[in-house]
């Protein structure tokens, strides 16, 4: 069903930047809740934020101020910006699709590796 492809991730030094990108296959891409995890090292996979049909977002404390969510329907691509990163921000990041219905997410990218490190 639908495909979610991922790209942007690579290496950069402690205050860098990266614009991650997700895009999705399918007719029903701007009516999804999307969203980005992170899976660390020897941890849990934990959310970094989410967005809606309508724009509104959601992003956890640990990258809120330095991180941002947004979405071209028209081009059914979600993205990342993420600014000022630390090196604990080093992980596997994944994008994500859920219809509004429903109550987990239906749908994951293959996932793209950050690495933040001097």
């Known amino acids: 069903q639908v495909q979610l492809v991922e790209s942007g991730g690579g290496l950069v030094q402690p205050g860098g930047s990266l614009r991650l990108s997700c895009v999705a296959s399918?007719?029903?891409?701007?009516?999804?809740?999307m969203g980005w995890y992170r899976q660390a090292p020897g941890k849990q996979r934990e959310l970094v934020a989410t967005i809606a049909a309508d724009n509104s977002a959601n992003y956890a404390d640990s990258v809120k101020g330095r991180f941002t969510i947004s979405r071209d329907n028209a081009k059914n691509t979600v993205y990342l910006q993420m600014n000022n990163l630390e090196p604990k921000d080093t992980a596997v990041y994944y994008c994500?699709?859920?219809?509004?219905?429903?109550?987990?997410?239906?749908?994951w990218g293959q996932g793209t590796q950050v690495t933040v490190s001097s």
């Open positions: 994500s699709g859920r219809h509004p219905a429903l109550p987990v997410n239906s749908y």
């Open positions: 399918g007719s029903m891409f701007r009516i999804y809740v």
